[in-house]
């Protein structure tokens, strides 16, 4: 966990990128034209996660966002940088203004980050860990409900969806004995 003290007077320390996005139009380096920029644009945002980045959706997300604020506001083409960390790494990351935003999955650990006012608030975006998937059936619709109702402790879901898979399963054969 980042530490209590955040010292606003010392200098931001440098992370290395895992990857810098500037718009998908634009490629760093791309020799195809005579005046492609040879470096990427300014970074605005640095935005420290693991599997959110290691997946492609910053990636995706960023570019798009990039290409429509050009698109919108005519702004200058400006770059979104993606620091590679977990959650409490990020949350020193942000701790030492590394990082202007972090993508978490761990509430316990944002309340603790939001209490040493490593964080400013906190607000609920997607989960992107666990997905329930499978044939769907009437009768299965209900398992949806259930594991997005016990999806904050995922002992607890595990339990409930294999619970009501068995008896699901029983009564499917139960059915099929008695035609």
């Not at 195809?32 to 599997?51: H, K, Y």
Request: net charge negative; proline share 4%.
């Amino acid at each position: 966990m980042a530490s209590t003290k955040v010292d606003l007077t010392s200098p931001e320390p440098y992370i290395t990128p895992a990857e810098i996005y500037s718009g998908t139009s634009f490629n760093i380096g791309d020799n195809s034209s005579p005046n492609s920029p040879t470096s990427a644009p300014p970074i605005t945002l640095r935005i420290a996660t693991g599997g959110a980045g290691q997946s492609g959706l910053i990636r995706a997300l960023a570019n798009k966002f990039i290409e429509f604020e050009i698109d919108t506001t005519g702004c200058p083409r400006f770059s979104i940088a993606w620091l590679l960390s977990d959650t409490s790494a990020s949350f020193n990351y942000l701790g030492s203004r590394a990082a202007d935003c972090s993508i978490t999955y761990h509430k316990t650990a944002e309340e603790i980050a939001l209490k040493q006012g490593i964080a400013e608030r906190r607000n609920y975006a997607w989960r992107d860990h666990w997905l329930l998937v499978g044939r769907l059936f009437a009768d299965y619709v209900w398992l949806l409900y259930l594991w997005s109702r016990f999806d904050d402790n995922i002992q607890l879901s595990f339990e409930m969806v294999h619970s009501a898979l068995i008896i699901s399963r029983t009564e499917t054969e139960s059915c099929r004995s008695s035609t």
